[in-house]
Structures are given as C-alpha cells and as structure tokens.
C-alpha cells in the first residue's frame, strides 16, 4: 500500500522558513516523477516544484531562488525548502508521485500560512 505522509507546515512570518517532508513508503521515491503541489481555499492545485528522476529540478517562476526540492533516497523522503515565505505562498501544500496514469499517488497535505 502506497502512503506518502507530508509534514512540516505551520504558521510562519513573512520572509520565514519552513521545510516540509514527504515520507513515502510502498514505493522508492527516485523511481517516480515527484511534486509539490499548492491549493488555496477553493483554488485548483498549482504546481510548485517537481524532481524528475533523473534529478532535473522544475520551479514555478513564483518561487524560483527561494524554494527548492531535493530527496533522500536512503530515507525515501522529498523535501521542500522554502525561504523567505510570501503571503501568497499561503496554502496545503501537497505531495504526488507520479509514473504514469496508474501509479499517481498523492499525500493529504500539510498548511502553510504565511501571515504576520
């Protein structure tokens, strides 16, 4: 059975940092396309940051220079640092593994609120 379990959100200043993590078992993160994702109170999902297998890193122009993905393959966890929070980052922040149409897995999220 897959799980992936997000943690590491709270409540934050703006210009804070938080690093949230992405536990998954049932399955081996660097075999998988991995993402953040970002939902607002009654908005879609936005991309944020993905890690493709191979390494390669994606950021939404937003938070480029400021977020930034990585994975521990031993510990089978994806990380998301994120520095110096903006107000608009505010939202459940969201973590997926993707490899094809029958294997996209997804977390329950963990909030981040950027707020002074």
């Known amino acids: 059975q897959v799980q992936l379990v997000e943690s590491g959100g709270g409540l934050v200043q703006p210009g804070g940092s938080l690093r949230l993590s992405c536990a998954a078992s049932?399955?081996?993160?660097?075999?998988?396309?991995m993402t953040w994702y970002r939902q607002g109170p009654g908005r879609q999902r936005d991309l944020v940051a993905r890690?493709?297998?191979?390494?390669?890193?994606y950021y939404t122009d937003s938070v480029k220079g400021r977020f930034t993905i990585s994975r521990d393959n031993a510990g089978n966890v994806l990380y998301l640092q994120m520095n110096d929070l903006k107000p608009w980052d505010t939202g459940a922040y969201l973590c997926?593994?993707?490899?094809?149409?029958?294997?996209?897995?997804w977390g329950q999220g963990t909030q981040v609120t950027v707020s002074s």
């Open positions: 890690l493709f297998t191979g390494g390669t890193e």
């Open positions: 997926n593994a993707y490899q094809g149409a029958a294997e996209d897995y």
């Open positions: 049932g399955l081996l993160i660097r075999d998988y396309i």
